[in-house]
């Protein structure tokens, strides 16, 4: 079976540009989670979606957004981006929740210049 | 603020020394306890989870709770040249209406051929 897939690998913006993330959880996972990684740092919780509702949500400012789709996949948008932005966006897909074991994509290097 | 801190690092051993890593969280009302490993430029991975107090054993690793400490750790038995990664500490905490997930900044180990 295919592993979480996220798109695109890496990514260059400039400040106040958007940016949208891509994630595919594992076939039969309906919950997707958004983490955002600074070098050196652990994962910082941004989102949860189960079902295509949002779950969770982070300390992250409201340019900061997601959804599910029927298929279970997921998005994250950035507005207005600011050069703190930069950092690696990780993607995680579990079964139902953040209560179990979360399989990581490889995610998103983002640059913010 | 709920926070999760762990042992400053680096931390290194010699190889086939236990390494031991500790973390301690804020939320007394935190239910679940994870360990990831994360190794340089690779997304995490889930070693061990423990829900309750005492100690659980996998192989090599083994987790212990104390949940009146509010601490968790890792014991890592035989280490490994192959164990060299960070190592984070994720703690589900409960908001008023949903789960999240912190996670500790990490440690960093490296055993010693």
């Known amino acids: 079976d295919a592993g979480v897939t996220q798109s695109p690998t890496h990514l260059i913006k400039t400040r106040g540009q958007h940016v949208t993330l891509r994630c595919s959880p594992i076939?039969?996972?309906?919950?997707v989670s958004w983490y955002q990684q600074v070098l050196g740092q652990g994962p910082q919780f941004i989102f949860q979606?189960?079902?295509?509702?949002?779950?969770g949500r982070g300390n992250f400012p409201d340019r900061f957004s997601a959804r599910q789709f029927p298929n279970y996949s997921s998005e994250l948008n950035v507005n207005a981006l600011l050069l703190g932005d930069s950092a690696l966006y990780l993607c995680?897909?579990?079964?139902?929740?953040?209560?179990?074991?979360?399989?990581f994509g490889s995610g998103t290097q983002l640059s913010v210049l | 603020q709920k926070e999760v801190e762990q042992n400053s690092g680096p931390l290194s051993v010699p190889e086939g020394a236990i390494a031991s890593l500790n973390c301690t969280y804020s939320?007394?009302?935190?239910?679940?306890f994870f360990w990831y490993r994360q190794y340089s430029g690779k997304s995490p991975e889930l070693i061990m989870f423990?829900?309750?107090?005492g100690d659980k054993e996998d192989g090599r690793f083994t987790a212990q709770l104390n949940k009146a400490s509010q601490y968790v750790s890792l014991l890592i038995r035989d280490s490994q040249p192959s164990d060299s990664a960070t190592y984070l500490c994720?703690?589900?905490?409960?908001?008023?209406?949903?789960?999240?997930?912190?996670f500790g900044p990490g440690t960093s180990l490296s055993v010693i051929p």
């Open positions: 995680a897909s579990s079964r139902q929740g953040l209560g179990e074991k979360l399989f």
């Open positions: 076939s039969g996972h309906k919950s």
């Open positions: 979606y189960y079902e295509k509702e949002e779950r």
């Open positions: 939320d007394r009302g935190s239910q679940s």
């Open positions: 423990i829900y309750s107090n």
């Open positions: 994720a703690v589900i905490s409960r908001e008023t209406s949903y789960d999240k997930v912190i």
